[in-house]
């Protein structure tokens, strides 16, 4: 154990008890005029259903919502900094721009199982290698509030939202003040460097009560904590480091009084310098003794790689919306833009030892998508106990990905640029620079209509009935354009079209609530899920007629109980969720007969038993504790019999799905006190915890990793003083190497990937 982590339960210790000495002297020196603190937990409202805003205490549905402002005070910037306080929300991580999010277990490979959107504009994952992976970690200032809905969201979100949907909802201009706000932020991070992060937003009304601006800016500079020791030019320290630099303009238009246009960009830049894999003590890296690259071993963020894997991605996003308000209901129009261009490398030299080349070499993976998306709907809005959403919806949405494996040099880098050549084949010319290379396009159009009705039976009881028809073409374009050795009489040559793929699907949902009173909601919900299939690759001739041309989609349903309660004057809030989720046709990862090439395929079913709870509570004026839970119990049901038994991984029926905590809960404390009539100080300790899993179905595997549970202590203070907010924080208190992911292969040898070393620093905001 590395000696700051034996510091850590001291400096919480020191930290909790100067925090209750703060609390005990300003709670006496609170000045007589002090403003009074809320009687009452305060509620997010969020727009889940497309039918207007709605409160989630009054929406029968597993909804959990944090506002903005709760984002910005518990220091939320990314996605790993809210996702361990959302119960069933889990994911994996291969580093920056490389996540996998999992809702409720329900995770395999194939398209994504969880749906994303940004305001209207869709950014859901599509890399079907990882299951959905490769999510974009925009940087998450000036959010009105994020969305998580949990269960399919099938009718209203369509098809990649089969176990939940994300939204981050963006603040939108305000046409009659000016306002705004700059934050700087400086910390440390414990055997790392230092960390800057600048950002601001400023609203500017230019017509006044007709027309307004908002414009949001960040740079974030992290250092990095993993060092690569094993370039052969030298060690490279704290080679993960990253920079995100980005920003958003939203434009607003009251055109009239009935109607109202929001047009938006956004564009950030990420650029990290290297894996954040690094191999664990105790644990031998690849090598080839003979080629002058031993193994060694492994150590406290220690990467053990041959190549540096620098992961630079720009991402675009545009989009607008009309939303025009008659006296029946709300027209909404918008279409919207994403584009994402990613340049990614990773260390190749395992796979070629693996396969007798004891040359170092890296793979470069640049990639392209572009999505091109619309939705028209309607809501009404009607005064009898009837009403309904009902619309539209079309993507197109084009990948280019290319493999480009070619020699590096000592720096760790390519040592020259791809060619398709086989004069430049690095294994039948010495001089030769090329291994591989292949590229993959792919197009995909979908189609979509869809409806939700509810029908008030009486003043308390409230049926829903909703219903999406989806259409998907998929077409695919593959070639090699650099054979493993050069091109020879029986390699083919020219691109490779799969079949045409084609799915069409109807997904339905129905959901009972019963207000019971005010305080008090019980709901009963069934609904369905759907993801569309896809390609294998056509071009592999190694594996030539081994692996089938593609798979098709998998469905589930998902039979959920629930109930939102308050009590004690709305100072006590409990909600909890019952599931019970049935998955068929499961979109799984296979292998060819050499086990060397892996593909997609269908098989098996799946079932998962799970339990949420929220709580929250005002313990005393100013005092408030928050805990979210969950029992995610995901397994198989079947033998997904099409996987060749020769596979190291082959599942069964009664393994867990990998990477899916059985028990996962957050718990934090805030408190808040009136120091004078404009200053306060608050005060927040919070604690994530996620059970043992494991990465492979099969735990006998010699391929699996055990996953140790971990407990993740987050400890923040701050002065809120007239326009200015200073703030003393430090994440992850203990210094824990959280086991958050972890990799092993033949091709791939065993690495980790841990949260951030502990980190403290200051940050100071001025609001106007």
């Known amino acids: 154990m590395n000696t700051s982590s034996k510091r850590g339960p001291r400096i919480v210790v020191a930290l909790l008890a100067s925090l209750l000495s703060c609390i005990a002297l300003q709670s006496a020196a609170v000045a007589a005029d002090a403003p009074v603190a809320s009687t009452a937990l305060e509620e997010v409202v969020v727009t889940a259903n497309k039918r207007g805003e709605q409160s989630t205490q009054d929406t029968p549905a597993a909804i959990s919502a944090l506002s903005g402002d709760d984002l910005q005070k518990s220091g939320v910037v990314n996605f790993a900094d809210y996702a361990g306080l959302i119960p069933s929300l889990s994911y994996t991580d291969l580093g920056p721009g490389d996540k996998k999010y999992v809702i409720r277990g329900v995770t395999s490979k194939g398209p994504a199982t969880v749906g994303v959107y940004y305001d209207e504009t869709v950014i859901t994952a599509q890399n079907a290698g990882d299951g959905g992976g490769r999510n974009a970690d925009i940087a998450l200032f000036d959010l009105d509030r994020i969305e998580v809905l949990k269960g399919p969201q099938g009718t209203l979100y369509g098809a990649s939202s089969m176990s939940g949907t994300i939204r981050y909802i963006t603040k939108k201009p305000v046409l009659n003040k000016f306002e705004g706000y700059v934050e ?8 790392g460097g230092t960390n800057h992060n600048f950002n601001g937003a400023i609203n500017v009304p230019l017509v006044n009560d007709r027309l307004a601006l908002r414009a949001v800016g960040w740079y974030i500079k992290n250092d990095g904590y993993i060092d690569d020791v094993r370039i052969p030019a030298g060690p490279v320290n704290n080679a993960n480091d990253d920079t995100t630099k980005g920003g958003r303009v939203t434009l607003r238009w009251q055109a009239t009084d009935n109607l109202n246009i929001i047009a938006t960009g956004t564009m950030q830049n990420l650029d990290a310098g290297g894996s954040s894999r690094y191999t664990p003590p105790g644990a031998q890296s690849f090598g080839d ?42 027209f909404t129009a918008t279409a919207n833009h994403f584009n994402r261009q990613i340049d990614y490398a990773f260390d190749s030299s395992p796979i070629l030892f693996f396969f007798g080349v004891p040359i170092p070499g890296v793979t470069l993976q640049p990639q392209e998508r572009r999505i091109n998306s619309a939705e028209v709907r309607y809501a009404s809005k009607f005064a009898g106990p009837v009403n309904f959403v009902a619309g539209g919806f079309v993507q197109d949405e084009k990948n280019d990905f290319r493999v480009e494996v070619i020699k590096t040099n000592a720096a760790g880098q390519p040592n020259g640029p791809f060619s398709p050549l086989d004069s430049d084949d690095a294994l039948t010319n010495p001089n030769g620079n090329t291994f591989f290379g292949r590229y993959d396009n792919n197009k995909i159009k979908q189609y979509a209509g869809f409806g939700e009705a509810t029908w008030n039976l009486t003043d308390k009881l409230t049926a829903l009935a909703g219903v999406r028809y989806f259409h998907s073409k998929q077409d695919s374009v593959q070639d090699t354009t650099h054979p493993f050795g050069g091109f020879g009489t029986n390699i083919p040559v020219g691109p490779q079209s799969p079949p045409t793929r ?20 019980v709901y009963a919900t069934a609904s369905e899920g759907f993801r569309v299939g896809g390609t294998n690759s056509a071009d592999l001739p190694f594996v030539a007629g081994d692996i089938p041309p593609g798979f098709g989609p998998d469905t589930l349903w998902n039979y959920e109980i629930g109930e939102k309660s308050e009590f004690l004057d709305g100072r006590l809030r409990v909600n909890v969720a019952a599931y019970e989720i049935r998955w068929s046709d499961i979109q799984v990862q296979s292998t060819d007969k050499t086990g060397a090439f892996l593909f997609t395929t269908n098989a098996g079913t799946g079932k998962v038993d799970g339990l949420e709870i929220e709580a929250s509570a005002l313990l005393a004026q100013g005092l408030v504790f928050d805990f979210g839970g969950s029992y995610t119990n995901s397994r198989l049901t079947s033998d997904p019999a099409p996987i060749p038994v020769s596979d190291p991984n082959f599942a069964k029926s009664g393994d867990r799905f990998p990477v899916v905590p059985l028990v996962q809960f957050s718990a934090a404390l805030t408190y808040t006190v009136p120091v004078s009539a404009d200053s306060s100080m608050n005060f927040r300790a919070d604690v994530t915890h996620r059970g043992s899993t494991n990465t492979q179905f099969n735990t006998a595997s010699r391929f699996n990793v055990p996953l140790q549970s971990y407990d993740l202590v987050n400890l923040r203070a701050g002065l809120d003083w007239r326009n200015w907010q200073f703030t003393v924080f430090i994440k992850n208190v203990l210094d824990r190497r959280a086991q958050v992911d972890a990799i092993s292969s033949d091709q791939d040898p065993l690495a980790r990937i841990t949260s951030r070393p502990r980190t403290g620093g200051l940050a100071a905001n001025y609001r106007f």
Do not use: H, M, R
């Not at 700087?184 to 055997?191: C, K, L």
């Not at 190549?307 to 675009?316: D, F, T």
């Not at 545009?318 to 308000?325: C, R, S, V, W, Y």
């Not at 084609?502 to 909601?521: C, E």
């Open 184 to 191: 700087t932020e400086v910390s440390a991070t414990s055997s």
């Open 502 to 521: 084609t799915d069409t699907k109807t997904t339905f949902k129905v959901n009972l609530s019963y207000k019971i009173d005010q305080n008090l909601l």
């Open 289 to 330: 003794a003979g080629a002058g690259f031993p193994p060694v071993a492994g150590g406290d963020l220690i990467n053990t790689d041959l190549a540096l894997s620098p992961w630079q991605e720009k991402i675009k996003i545009a989009g607008i919306t009309a939303e025009l308000t008659a006296a029946g209901g709300v």
